[in-house]
């Protein structure tokens, strides 16, 4: 069902103006919702792609984009992977993602956070926020003052048996270890991952983190990040080479891992791509659906983002169900064995391997 677009305060006409249904991302999205406050500053939109499997569950972002269209696409594209990832991480959720408009380290506030509470509660539980790009466990123990809509913000057992706050992050970033070992075993058929030379684009909470994982495994690591504190984190604690920005995709390295924010593969970097494996934790890593050919047909092996960065949402989906962390640590796992079944199909197809995902994703949520 395509629910109406809504503007409870009427604050983004801009938005409200645009095209929303023949939006080129849009994906019959099931609710659309904007949200304003001037007291408070707030600017936010909370997407529902799908709902046939369960709730919408995905990350509340806070970002400081060029653009309210810029926002609009990044929820729009960022729900719809959320219904996807869920799929095929065989959880009963669906998908959805809120998005901020603002800079998190400048427009933040305690009553900008509060505000955001109260309008998670309005979408009724079909959405529920977790944490994101430029949001925190103790940002959403605030919006919980005003809404059970959030998730990740439980104290627990991580997967590494230590004590957790609810941060989804070491979960994302142990999914995306154990992906990455796959896709390379697939296509550079090495279990052992010393000597392994990784670009990692983006080290925050998740990228850091698998450099952590990649570094204990015995890889190579070049690193770059927008914030020059991340970066000099990652040379002095896991030996790190840092990198430019603007050189990081064109490495000469056997693996790229794109954790900052999507549409980085696209027509101007693929070519000067030249790792041969594409295994990171970003979300939305392909600017369009064509360049996942462009990918296969330069020999080089994607590992579909939505596919590969499913930990955290696992991790938050036990905690609503009763959080084991073994069990947690055992489901991250079958990241693994959804790779290779999707890298099989694609060999046997001659098909891209984001275009298998999608169909088995499909496969699970389309017809409920």
């Known amino acids: 069902m395509n629910a109406p677009v809504t503007n409870p305060n009427e604050q983004l006409k801009e938005l409200e103006n645009m095209s929303v249904f023949s939006h080129p991302e849009f994906d019959n999205h099931e609710q659309l919702t904007f949200f304003s406050d001037e007291k408070t500053g707030l600017k936010a939109i909370i997407a529902v792609h799908n709902t046939n499997l369960g709730p919408a569950l995905g990350g509340c972002r806070m970002w400081h984009y060029a653009s309210d269209e810029e926002a609009l696409r990044d929820v729009l594209r960022l729900s719809r992977g959320m219904t996807y990832k869920s799929a095929l991480a065989n959880l009963k959720l669906g998908g959805g993602k809120s998005v901020i408009i603002g800079d998190p380290r400048q427009h933040k506030s305690e009553a900008l956070l509060e505000m955001m509470g109260r309008c998670l509660e309005r979408t009724g539980g079909q959405y529920i926020a977790a944490e994101d790009s430029g949001t925190s466990v103790p940002d959403l123990q605030v919006m919980s003052r005003f809404t059970d809509n959030v998730a990740g913000i439980t104290e ?4 590494d048996g230590l004590p957790c706050n609810g941060d989804p992050s070491p979960a994302t970033a142990y999914g995306c270890f154990v992906g990455l070992k796959a896709a390379v075993k697939h296509q550079l058929g090495r279990d052992d991952l010393t000597g392994l030379k990784v670009a990692i684009q983006g080290v925050g909470n998740v990228g850091y983190r698998l450099a952590k994982h990649l570094r204990q495994a015995g890889a190579e690591l070049y690193v770059t990040d ?6 000099r984190l990652a040379v002095t604690e896991l030996d790190a080479t840092a990198v430019a920005q603007e050189e990081i995709l064109g490495l000469d390295v056997d693996v790229l891992a794109p954790c900052a924010l999507g549409a980085v593969l696209n027509d101007f970097s693929i070519p000067q791509i030249k790792a041969k494996v594409i295994a990171g934790a970003a979300n939305n890593q392909l600017a369009l659906a064509k360049h996942d050919q462009m990918l296969q047909q330069r020999g080089i092996l994607y590992a579909p983002d939505y596919v590969i960065n499913a ?3 696992i991790d938050i989906y036990y905690e609503r169900v009763g959080h084991e962390h073994t069990k947690v640590r055992a489901h991250i796992d079958t990241i693994a064995d959804t790779l290779q ?3 099989r ?5 001659g098909r891209p391997t984001g275009e298998i995902a999608n169909e088995l994703a499909e496969e699970r949520f389309m017809n409920k």
């Open 311 to 313: 930990g955290g949402i």
């Open 345 to 349: 199909r694609a060999d046997d197809s």
């Open 341 to 343: 079944e999707i890298f």
């Open 156 to 159: 627990r057992t991580g997967i």
């Open 226 to 231: 927008i914030h020059e504190e991340q970066v």
